[in-house]
């Protein structure tokens, strides 16, 4: 039985469809306020003890989202690194590890004995939701965020430094600077930095 449906009956009908698909965007994608990429809280478990993680439950002035894996060598190069920049900024900046990859190397299982000598949350993402949210691509990417109104504004994202496999010879520290312009409350020259790594697999 085909039903016809009166020009103002379908009017209202197609804005009732438009209202729900962008409700659902807002939800999967990034918003952009005032310029910037902006994000709501998401949980996430840490795989190092279990226990679940918001942007939310954080205080700190800043905090940086390192997506990264369990075997990708782009972020095994960067491990040490990352080492010390969380301990050069506890108590300022909080850093949290994402693993968005879903092979079979990188389940849940795999991650909870992988990252437990780094002084920071290991968080599995394997319905990639914080890599929609913020629309990561690869690892390792960083993207260092600012709470501003209710929401988290992305101030940097993309490359931690200028080389992505010897860190003796890193002319260029990205990640460092953008850290340091924030908790001075000064404005980050360069927002963004392509990033060099492993692409992650969308599901």
């Known amino acids: 039985m ?20 962008g409700f659902v965007g807002t939800l999967a994608f990034p918003l952009n306020v005032n310029g910037q990429t902006s994000v709501q809280s998401f949980t996430l478990t840490n795989m190092v003890n279990g226990k679940p993680v918001s942007l939310d439950q954080y205080s700190s002035s800043g905090i940086a989202v390192v997506f990264t894996s369990n075997e990708c060598p782009f972020d095994n190069y960067y491990k040490e690194r990352i080492k010390e920049l969380i301990g050069a900024y506890s108590g300022k900046v909080q850093f949290l590890l994402v693993n968005s990859y879903i092979e079979t190397e990188e389940s849940p299982e795999k991650m909870a004995i992988h990252y437990t000598d780094v002084n920071a949350p290991y ?79 969308r599901k």
Do not use: H
């Not at 085909?2 to 698909?21: D, G, H």
């Not at 860190?167 to 924030?182: E, N, S, T």
């Open 2 to 21: 085909k039903i016809q449906l009166k020009p103002l009956e379908f009017s209202l009908l197609l804005k009732k469809m438009l209202c729900v698909v």
């Open 123 to 201: 968080l599995s993402d394997k319905d990639q939701v914080a890599m929609t949210a913020l629309g990561a691509k690869k690892s390792p990417e960083v993207f260092l965020l600012k709470k501003a109104d209710g929401n988290y504004a992305v101030v940097y994202s993309g490359a931690i430094d200028d080389n992505p496999q010897v860190a003796g010879d890193v002319d260029q520290k990205f990640l460092k600077v953008a850290i340091d312009k924030l908790l001075a409350g000064q404005k980050i020259g360069v927002a963004n930095n392509r990033a060099v790594g492993c692409s992650i697999r």
